[in-house]
């Protein structure tokens, strides 16, 4: 089945450094991907929708200069923490969609990243 | 803003015993995806509902759509240990790529 590779796994860094993670899709090509969220125990929040080479569309509440996001080709999105902080300790998982398929079919999830920012 | 409620948000059974999740909303959407999520990785489908009133079985675990397309459930028979988890609905908005909205999630505990 298709496979979304996320990278890295965990990643613990220092306030006021970036931190950049990285969504590929390994057999199949996604001209969008989906950055999520997630706090523990609650549920995945969506953060941007990543387009193929144009801008990402960011939810409500989200800023696009802390969390920036690149898709620069049909298999890789990227997100960058910028100037992390505390807070930005979270769980961030991705998701894509074969593009060649209708939206009604299953969106695949990467492993997820687990940041701490000390 | 498209909204998905889900109940309960945390259920703790004994093994056997049957369960039912809830998910609804006010939206109607394109489809409805139940995923099941293990601690430190990410969700993984179950199970995709598309048309209004649709049941679908994956052995103890039911699923079902609404007529409306704006609500769906999970009903577990006889549940064991392994079914231990976070389940998560998400429903895939119309017209926006694959956009999946997610419900506040189930964690459920099940005790031997």
């Known amino acids: 089945g298709a496979v979304v590779s996320q990278h890295p796994s965990r990643v613990i860094c220092k306030s006021g450094t970036s931190v950049k993670i990285e969504c590929r899709s390994l057999d199949f090509q996604a001209t969008t991907m989906f950055w999520y969220r997630q706090f523990p125990k609650k549920s995945l929040m969506l953060m941007a929708t990543?387009?193929?080479?144009?801008?990402?569309?960011?939810e409500q509440g989200v800023e696009k200069d802390k969390f920036l996001i690149n898709h620069a080709s049909l298999t890789l999105s990227t997100l960058t923490v910028t100037s992390a902080h505390p807070e930005d300790s979270s769980f961030y998982i991705c998701?894509?969609?074969?593009?060649?398929?209708?939206?009604?079919?299953?969106?695949?999830f990467g492993q997820g990243t687990r940041l701490t920012v000390v | 803003t498209q909204l998905l409620e889900q109940s309960p948000q945390f259920l703790s059974i004994q093994e056997g015993e049957n369960l039912t999740v809830y998910c609804n909303s006010s939206?109607?959407?394109?489809?409805l995806q139940w995923y099941r999520q293990e601690p430190g990785e990410g969700p993984v489908l179950l199970v995709t509902v598309v048309t209004g009133g649709e049941v679908k079985k994956l052995k103890r675990l039911t699923f079902q759509f609404g007529d409306a397309r704006k609500d769906s459930s999970l009903h577990i028979t006889a549940a064991q240990p392994g079914d231990t988890g976070l389940y998560l609905c998400a429903g895939v908005v119309y017209n926006q790529g694959g956009k999946l909205i997610f419900g506040q999630g189930t964690e459920l505990s099940v005790k031997p």
């Open positions: 990543s387009n193929e080479g144009s801008k990402a569309t960011y």
């Open positions: 998701s894509a969609r074969d593009s060649r398929i209708s939206w009604n079919t299953e969106a695949f």
């Open positions: 939206s109607v959407f394109s489809s």
